[in-house]
């Protein structure tokens, strides 16, 4: 039979991050294109320890059914943990345990936006909730970013022009995929912007523990005197993604609608998960943890920005990030970005066409995103060499006058 | 600041039976409300030792992302160990692992139904679905079931009457709540009117393995001819639900758009759950496994419904399923059913009022349904044994001709 398709997810095509992803599992790729965080960090001895023990000593309500708000032990050790730390959190705020952050964007775009209501996202943004917001068939409205962060005068326009805007989406530390963080000054000037408007903030803050350099910057939730703020929080870059533990926090009212939203999503995040995540915090001294995974992620970023210094020489026009996994890669006018991204991967080198964050899909991006966490060292080295290479192919063909390159 | 949530969620409420859940919750209290699966069936020295080996010997790719789709060696394993000996699955199906069966409600609903379309669903039926369907701004229309299920002659009616029919949901197998089991010819029946009036079919199989009596009958899926059935299988009831495996087996292009749907909603399910599920598939004698757990899930039903005979009287009126978590028990034409749930919940017995399962909530329902797997056998006793007085007390007071019970 022919089949039909609701009208939110017929225009939703699979992340090309996605794709990317899947040619960078072919066998010898560069994988420059991934998001994955560095293995080399993940506790794996201390994981299994734990795990045996849950097993052994609590198998059943590791393995039964859970409550969708998430297991309560948990939601104790990240408030402990991670949110009273942050300076975050009231008491009209609560917490929800979810299937990764990405949970978080699916649920707040679920109980907040009617089809057509407009989200306000920094332009570029996180694909993975641009396609998120766009399945809700959501006004998708771009704000351009600034090297501190969103441009606060377009932010406003926006704020202006735009009816029904339900949230303003931004992610202020090492945004995916620019690297950019706000400013301190911007992000008061965001709060205060929602509040004229009278509008919520959707803070997504999965990289905040992998800063390499410059000062802690207060996040924005920090400032939510109003319960403006919805807050999502990740273990995935701090302990192990494939765990999928993410946590909203955010005012009760608007918490208790997301579990309700939850719960017809997916019941509740695997117990298992929970448990481990919950020992996992329990019983480690986390700024010394931050400190070891903040000198792997320094090492490994320095040594992909000091090579595309010496192998692009110019050719990729960047700033180095204060931390995250992501460089963002301009190339020089009149370089198709399509066509490079297509020559690397032929060359085994897998990068991410920076149109991919783009909130119009059709506007064009001489960008492209290069991650540093996934591949190992030696391979960020060749990697690099490669596209050196095809920095060189470029250059004599920019000398000799070429213009279709 | 005040809150307006979208018109989807604002009409959802909390599932009266995660609300009961939590009420089970309370120490003491006889957890006939609850869903979960006898914990007795987990094998819990099993999943230790596997999740031991796969945390020794890969534990990289057990803590890091996955594509979306799935951990292919288990998508093998759910091929060979529970789609092909169901007798289901073409050249032109595809699958794809959810965050449990829930999700796969929610991804089918999320990729067909625009708000306001119709989705045709057995009354009463599963609230977690009910509620799923209705998180998406569905028009849900119930059709009535009977002893052998739905109600053919209401189904083409419905399917004549409503206009943007998606698909008819249906649960074959020990239906929840009602535990009824659809016959082979209302399976054909239900098959043919799909293809008639050219809808699709989704058909949640979570309790097919728990067979205790009565032949296997072969589930609409093998009859799917066209492509047109949806079949949302689970690990929750043979392996253990706290994992949260599933999967959804249907037509390609569906599948494309359910994963895409997936994506933006969790980005894969836990990569430990799936290769822990995958193991203990590729090492289970699973027609021995099922042989064991169907032992204990008749001894615990006939337990339950043996004493609904001595302590009831008639007073319950039921049918004896053929598998399942339920009975469904229907109370004297008089009794107030929700006013005897309070009392039961009184004396620390939790059942679930029959109108949580309604399609139409404020339809009127006297049942109640009773689950005989979460509590052990000494607890069903107790349980059955207060029910038992309480019946004396009703019995007592429509003797003496009080109308107001």
Redesign the interface.
């Given at each position: 039979?022919d089949?039909t398709?609701?009208?939110?997810?017929s225009a939703?095509?699979?992340?090309a991050i996605?794709e990317i992803?899947?040619a960078a599992?072919i066998p010898g790729m560069i994988p420059f294109a991934a998001?994955?965080?560095a293995?080399e960090t993940?506790p794996?001895g201390q994981?299994?320890q734990i795990?045996?023990r849950i097993?052994?000593e609590q198998?059943?309500?590791?393995?039964?059914?859970?409550?969708?708000e998430g297991v309560s032990a948990l939601l104790s050790e990240i408030k402990t943990q991670l949110v009273d730390p942050e300076g975050i959190g009231s008491d009209n705020d609560a917490m929800l345990v979810t299937?990764?952050a990405?949970?978080v964007?699916?649920l707040a775009a679920?109980?907040?936006?009617?089809?057509g209501?407009t989200v306000i996202c920094e332009n570029p943004s996180f694909i993975?909730s641009l396609?998120?917001f766009?399945?809700y068939n959501a006004n998708l409205v771009g704000v351009d970013l600034e090297a501190d962060g969103i441009n606060i005068e377009l932010l406003e326009d926006a704020l202006k022009r735009e009816k029904n805007v339900r949230f303003i989406y931004v992610i202020p530390n090492f945004q995916n995929p620019s690297g950019v963080t706000m400013s301190v000054e911007k992000r008061r000037a965001v709060y205060a912007l929602a509040k004229k408007y009278?509008t919520l903030i959707l803070e997504d803050n999965p990289y905040g523990a992998l800063r390499v350099r410059g000062e802690f910057l207060p996040s924005i939730k920090s400032m939510d005197a109003?319960?403006?703020v919805i807050y999502a929080g990740s273990l995935?870059k701090i302990l192990?993604?494939?765990?999928?533990v993410g946590f909203a926090l955010a005012?009760k009212?608007?918490i208790?609608?997301m579990?309700?939203?939850k719960?017809?999503?997916?019941?509740?995040?695997?117990?298992?998960?929970q448990m481990l995540a919950c020992e996992w915090l329990r019983e480690t001294d986390l700024q010394g943890h931050f400190m070891t995974i903040r000198d792997i992620y320094r090492r490994k970023m320095d040594l992909m920005c000091d090579l595309i210094d010496s192998e692009m020489r110019g050719f990729f026009r960047f700033q180095r990030p204060e931390g995250g996994l992501f460089v963002w890669c301009e190339l020089p006018q009149g370089v198709d970005m399509l066509k490079f991204c297509k020559r690397a991967l032929k060359r085994m080198v897998a990068v991410v066409p920076g149109t991919a964050f783009s909130v119009d899909e059709n506007r064009p991006s001489s960008c492209v995103r290069m991650n540093f966490s996934t591949p190992a060292d030696d391979r960020i080295i060749e990697g690099m060499k490669v596209l050196g290479k095809l920095r060189e192919r470029y250059e004599k063909h920019i000398a000799a006058g070429k213009t279709d390159i």
């Open positions: 039979m089949y398709f609701s009208d939110k997810t939703l095509k699979p992340s996605r992803l899947k599992s998001g994955n965080p293995p993940f794996t994981i299994a795990t045996e097993l052994r198998p059943i309500p590791a393995l039964q059914y859970g409550v969708t299937s990764g990405q949970q964007m699916d679920k109980v907040l936006c009617n089809e209501d993975g396609n998120c766009r399945s009278n109003d319960g403006r995935s192990a993604p494939g765990l999928r005012p009212e608007i208790a609608k579990t309700v939203g719960q017809t999503s997916d019941v509740h995040t695997p117990i298992l998960s």
